[in-house]
Nanobody
């Protein structure tokens, strides 16, 4: 079982940057594919980025491609989301998620078994 705790959210002006981190418990973090999802008020939870078990394969939603970067450090049991050139439409609650032996093709929220509590990101115009 994996427990996930996000940090790094906050308020930023459009064009700014934030770095989200997700710390995972457990000794088998390296066997879990990881994803970042976001949910804006009144909208469904959507995938932002996914990273494979090894970290060698990533996927990004079209809306964040070229602006966001997902990375993982298996030695530190962390997965990060670097968000640059933020836009007001990036405002949402961001959550990290884990799936045992997850692949970059796992891009739906229903593919993931473990979730963090979420962190608020607000981008002002």
């Amino acid at each position: 079982q994996v427990q996930l705790v996000e940090s790094g959210g906050g308020l930023v002006q459009a064009g700014g940057s934030l770095r989200l981190s997700c710390a995972a418990s457990g000794r088998t973090f390296s066997l879990y594919g990881m994803g970042w999802f976001r949910q804006a008020p009144g909208k469904e939870r959507d995938v932002v980025a996914v990273i494979s078990v090894s970290g060698g394969i990533t996927y990004y939603a079209d809306s964040v491609k070229g602006r966001f970067t997902i990375s993982r450090d298996n030695a530190k049991n962390t997965v990060n989301l670097q968000m640059n050139s933020l836009k007001p439409e990036d405002t949402a609650i961001y959550s990290c998620a884990a799936r045992f032996w997850g692949l970059a093709t796992h891009r739906s929220a229903s593919d993931y078994n473990y979730w963090g509590q979420g962190t608020q990101v607000t981008v002002s115009s």
